[in-house]
């Protein structure tokens, strides 16, 4: 079996996995990046980010250097990093694994942000339901402030100048506060809405000042490109297949579902999900066949049964009819699973997650889950699944009728269930009979 986690403190085997404290994390070898970037011009720091090609591996996989090139000049005033480790993708466990047993890489990558972008508040937003996880990261971070990583006399113990406060903020536990700018109002003591956008956070975002927003894991992927260079990241993953942005890099891949050792794993992005099943998850639970996976988070669509060897990369939206490689996290299903019944238990946890500010998610949402409702207990029509995919392919950013993308989310999931799987909701369906008025005589 492949060796997992060849870069990080966490060991393979779950029996071996403790916490890393502060003075482990030096011992192996941790703040070394941090002291390297100390002695760079901060620009040179988000030029070595921009370089590395790093994609977000929050869902979106946008640049993260590039996203930190939109931020103005400093004006003197408080400028935000925030945190989103507000892991709350159905299937997704990859953050948490990295707040459980290594909160100092996360941390290392959070300082070398803010000397790079020159951001001096940093806002940790963690779920709400990880209250175990809220107090390890809130131990590191108290680690990092005795041992000088942050707080007023600069970072590192006053390496620099440039000093740097962090504050762990809780969730309530809503799924929509993982959309970036519904987490800054939440961490303003506001229902977390999503915004309208433009302004973009990085002009205009927590308490109106310019912020950067990252995914914990981006984070930690930071003090391994600063440590090893530029060239060591891009010789992990893969260019694009289809003339798009590349995919460097090793990814943090958490694999459930029907398989026999669900765990997660980083591996090379561009590895096929036959081979992350396999080699790395044991193989299909009991030896049954592969019917289909959830890319990477529910949110992002599934995988039909032809598509195992679908590439875990960035280009598996466009090759593969799923909105985008999401978390990376797959969730497996078997040759013995209800496809019928996944899509309808999908859209009940839309409807329940969506916030209500846009109608036609609020509205849409449960429109879709009653109609498979409908169509999982034997009462619907042809008629009603075909209306399902009308309102689902009518709501979302994409048709442009809501702010966020919680209502793409839903669309993709429950879509692409349908069309990769529709025989087995047509044999639920009763055919609609278009009623006959009979004809009376004059």
Not at 83 to 95: H, I, L, Q, S, Y
Not at 210 to 231: D, K, R
Not at 303 to 330: N, R, S, W
């Amino acid at each position: 079996m492949p060796e997992r986690f060849l870069t990080r403190n966490i060991p393979a085997k779950r029996e071996d996995r403790q916490t890393v404290s502060y003075e482990t994390y030096v011992e192996r070898g941790g703040y070394a990046a941090l002291k390297k970037a100390l002695m760079m011009p901060p620009e040179e720091v988000v030029t070595i980010v921009k370089d590395a090609e790093l994609r977000g591996r929050g869902g979106a996989g946008f640049p993260c250097g590039v996203k930190w090139t939109f931020l103005p000049e400093p004006d003197g005033k408080t400028r935000y990093l925030c945190v989103n480790c507000d892991e709350a993708e159905p299937g997704t466990f990859k953050d948490r694994l990295l707040v459980d047993f290594d909160p100092h890489s996360v941390i290392e990558g959070m300082a070398i942000a803010s000397y790079a972008c020159r951001l001096d508040s940093v806002y940790f937003f963690i779920r709400g339901e990880w209250s175990e996880q809220a107090v390890i990261m809130q131990n590191a971070i108290d680690e990092a402030y005795a041992n000088g990583i942050f707080g007023s006399q600069g970072l590192m113990g006053g390496a620099s100048d440039f000093a740097v406060e962090c504050t762990l903020h809780r969730s309530a536990g809503a799924y929509i506060c993982g959309e970036e700018t519904a987490l800054l109002e939440a961490v303003e003591g506001k229902r977390g809405w999503p915004r309208i956008k433009p302004p973009f956070p990085a002009v205009k975002g927590l308490f109106g000042r310019p912020t950067i927003i990252n995914n914990v894991e981006t984070l930690a992927a930071i003090p391994l490109i600063i440590e090893h260079g530029v060239e060591w990241w891009k010789s992990f993953g893969c260019t694009s297949s289809i003339g798009g942005p590349a995919s460097f890099g090793l990814k943090l891949m958490g694999v459930s579902g029907h398989v026999n050792n669900p765990d997660v794993f980083e591996i090379e992005l561009g590895t096929t999900l036959r081979t992350l099943v396999e080699q790395y998850a044991g193989g299909m639970k009991d030896g049954r066949r592969f019917k289909g996976a959830i890319a990477g988070g529910v949110s992002m669509g599934i995988l039909g049964p032809d598509q195992f060897d679908a590439e875990m990369d960035f280009d598996i939206g466009k090759k593969y009819d799923v909105m985008g490689l999401g978390t990376a996290c797959p969730t497996i299903f078997d040759e013995g699973t209800d496809m019928v019944a996944v899509a309808r238990n999908v859209a009940r946890f839309f409807k329940n997650e969506s916030c209500g500010q846009c109608t036609p998610c609020r509205e849409g949402a449960d429109w879709i889950y009653k109609l498979l409702c409908r169509i999982e207990s034997g009462d619907g029509s042809m008629k009603d699944l075909d209306q399902v995919l009308e309102v689902a392919g009518s709501m979302g950013i994409i048709p442009g009728t809501t702010i966020c993308g919680l209502a793409d989310g839903n669309n993709w999931a429950v879509r692409t269930i349908i069309n990769k799987y529709r025989s087995e909701f047509e044999e639920r369906c009763k055919p609609y009979i278009v009623p006959v008025t009979p004809l009376t005589a004059s």
